[in-house]
């Protein structure tokens, strides 16, 4: 591996993990809503 390519796969799971975190943080401040609104939608097009 080239020291290119470790840097590469470093800065990009730094930033997953910030995305992460950002997600997390909005998904605490939203309302909850069900699992079968979720997934209701998704079975009517299969």
């Known amino acids: 591996m080239t020291m290119n ?3 590469f796969i470093l800065l990009a ?3 997953e993990d910030i995305a992460m975190e950002r997600a997390i943080a ?3 401040t939203t309302e909850l ?3 079968n ?3 209701q939608p998704l ?3 299969s």
Do not use: A, L, P
């Open 5 to 7: 390519f470790i840097v």
């Open 13 to 15: 799971e730094i930033i």
């Open 26 to 28: 909005e998904g605490e």
């Open 33 to 35: 809503v069900s699992r």
């Open 37 to 39: 609104s979720i997934f």
């Open 43 to 45: 079975e009517r097009k």
